[in-house]
């Protein structure tokens, strides 16, 4: 079936539908693109000599909803932001605010020992604390002559 979906020819008139779409929330309101992008949380990674450290912006995230792991170098953050329930007779000017599930995961700069790794949650922000795996030395292997 996935052949079935490449070879469908409308597939360009759903980028055009697309365009057309975010113009009029442009015209009605100045969403745009951003409709029909997911919410990611946004990413600072810093590193020092010790440790690498990843701070992630997630306000209104329930800590109990976050999910952190490292896998092959790579540090994957998910989650569920939750959204406010609809009340009958409210009308919305504006949604701006992004609500679901999110997964944003980035290469590490180097090797960290993850089993070692510290997370917390302040203010809105999730910080990440990796320690780095210390660089091995090179070591000279002597020849053995018979």
């Known amino acids: 079936m996935s052949s079935e979906m490449m070879k469908w020819p409308y597939l360009p008139m ?3 539908f697309k365009k057309e779409m975010n113009k009029l929330f442009d015209t ?7 409709v029909f992008r997911e919410w990611m949380p ?19 995230v329930d ?13 994957t953050i998910r989650g569920e932001k939750k959204g406010e329930k609809e009340e009958k007779g409210k009308n919305y000017h504006f949604i701006e605010r992004r609500y679901g599930n999110f997964v944003r995961t980035v290469l590490l700069p180097t090797p960290v ?17 990796l320690p780095k795996q210390e660089k091995e030395e090179s070591k000279e292997i002597p020849i053995k002559v018979n």
């Open 113 to 129: 020992k993850y089993e070692q790794a510290k997370a917390e949650y302040r203010n809105g922000i999730l910080e990440i604390t």
């Open 42 to 60: 946004p990413l600072d990674i810093s590193e020092t000599g010790e440790n690498v450290v990843v701070k992630a912006e997630i306000p209104g």
């Open 14 to 16: 759903m980028d055009t």
């Open 28 to 34: 009605f309101g100045g969403v745009g693109e951003n």
């Open 63 to 75: 800590p109990k909803e976050i999910h952190i792991s490292v896998k092959n170098d790579a540090l």
